[in-house]
């Protein structure tokens, strides 16, 4: 057994041909792997179990969520996240597809032997419960779709508050020079929304997947538009409602728990999507392009808000992450920027400006790890342990994959022209930027003082 972690590290190799990228501290104490590199643990012979019967990403993240893998101590998330994911780039990695032939092979036999030999063998662990179980309706059905969004987002908003700061506001910050905080970084992401929309009072505003209501409030309150925001998580609409309220805006904001695809009084003057798209799915990407169109009074505006995966490479068929599927964003879907301008341009929108905000959002979930991390026994109080540790794998991965350029974010301008084509837009991109907003409301107050360190983090805070 002294010798457990080197019988594991050397067989794995063996089987996969390549070098690992992480050092390996197994239970009995035994470390190996490349010297230097960082490391993680095997705290007890079911996270290898749990790696054995799902090997790649989902087994790993199982076995983490669970508490049986940790990072060791003096090791950033951060460093073993970019060790895996340029690992998982490598191109007999990315290509590698292990079929019975090979598990049963020289290499897969002595994976096999050393797992034995660690008494890992056995049945499948059951996952955990933070995993969602597969829904048997159709996809994008609404019945599925409000059970996906209540997993991710009736998380409970004193947790969200946490991790979001007082803004609440989900989805990536703009980081002007000027902007100094999370809270300044997305007061500027608000306000530039609302000049690309060119909004002026009296205007209709219709925000789809509302959130927690700070554009709505934004809005109204720097722009004196009426506005109109829905969302399908109960929890959203119960806060964004109060938050409403206090802030005197009843005559002017309404927030309704309602679908998308249930919404029948337009026409609106401008339509904002801010970070919901991605749940439509491709099947129902046009009847949401062409929905929202319906909506928009001729000569609006739409600004359409979404995260964006890299083109797969020639001849690879697209892999939906396992991890973020089952924990994260149940039924969710990215598509390239490219098919998102075109499915806008079918349903009959003529697309005005694209600008990615790639490099924003790997700072922003950069900032909202660094909340979780400072915040962390409350969040565990809040939500569970399990649960806390799917938020912050997710995130701090996501931030990685927004620096590394595997996924971006865009904001995609969109009009429905009036019937003598003209799009309304003033002729520079400059003019219709020009708009500064005034001094940012508090929206959101009674965030908790940072804790002490918590050494369930298993590592040192991350580096914003």
């Not at 309404?254 to 801010?274: C, K, M």
């Not at 995966?309 to 992450?321: M, Q």
Request: charged share 25%; hydrophobic share 40%; net charge neutral.
């Amino acid at each position: 057994m002294a010798k457990l972690a080197g019988q594991l590290v050397e067989a794995l190799e063996g089987l996969l041909g390549v070098p690992v990228p992480l050092r390996v501290r197994v239970w009995d104490g035994s470390v190996a792997g490349p010297p230097g590199a960082p490391t993680v643990v095997l705290r007890n012979r079911r996270a290898l179990r749990r790696v054995l019967w799902q090997p790649g990403e989902l087994g790993l993240a199982r076995a983490y969520v669970a508490g049986d893998l940790e990072v060791a101590p003096g090791t950033d998330l951060y460093e073993v996240l970019s060790a895996v994911g340029r690992f998982a780039e490598r191109p007999e990695i990315r290509t590698l597809a292990l079929g019975p032939r090979d598990v049963l092979g020289a290499g897969g036999r002595r994976v096999l032997a050393a797992a034995l030999r660690a008494g890992a063998l056995g049945p499948e662990p059951a996952p955990p419960r933070e995993e969602v179980s597969r829904a048997r309706e159709r996809l994008h059905s609404r019945n599925r779709d409000r059970a996906a969004i209540s997993h991710h987002y009736d998380v409970g908003n004193d947790f969200y508050g946490l991790v979001l700061g007082s803004s609440m506001v989900y989805s990536c910050a703009y980081w002007t020079p000027g902007a100094k905080s999370l809270e300044a970084a997305q007061e500027a992401k608000l306000d530039l929304i609302c000049r690309k929309l060119g909004l002026r009072p009296g205007m209709r505003l219709l925000d789809v997947g509302c959130g927690w209501g700070s554009l709505l409030l934004h809005a109204a309150e720097h722009y004196g538009v009426v506005a109109v925001g829905v969302s399908i998580s109960t929890e959203q609409v119960a806060l964004a409602r109060a938050r409403v309220e206090a802030a005197g805006l009843t005559d002017r904001v309404e927030v309704r728990l309602q679908d998308y695809r249930e919404i029948t009084d337009g026409p609106f003057d401008a339509i904002s999507s801010v970070g919901m798209a991605e749940h439509v799915g491709s099947e129902q990407y046009r009847i949401y392009a062409e929905g929202l169109y319906r909506l928009l009074a001729p000569g609006g505006r739409l600004l359409n808000h979404q995260i964006a995966r890299r083109p797969d490479h020639p001849g690879e068929p697209h892999r939906t992450s396992p991890f973020i599927d089952r924990y994260v964003f149940p039924d969710g879907e990215l598509s390239p920027v490219g098919s998102t301008v075109a499915r806008l341009e079918e349903a009959g929108f003529e697309v005005r400006d694209v600008e990615s905000l790639r490099e924003h959002y790997g700072l922003t979930l950069r900032e909202w790890v660094a909340n979780l991390e400072a915040h962390w026994t409350e969040a565990v109080r809040l939500v569970g342990r399990g649960r806390a540790r799917v938020w912050r794998l997710y995130m701090a991965a996501s931030a990685l994959a927004f620096e590394q350029n595997r996924i971006g974010i865009n904001q995609v301008l969109a009009v429905r022209g009036t019937e003598g084509g003209s799009a309304g837009l003033p002729p520079t991109r400059e003019e219709w930027l020009l708009r500064p907003a005034a001094g940012a409301p508090q929206l959101f107050a009674g965030i908790p003082a940072a804790a002490p360190a918590d050494p369930d983090l298993g590592d040192r805070p991350s580096v914003r």
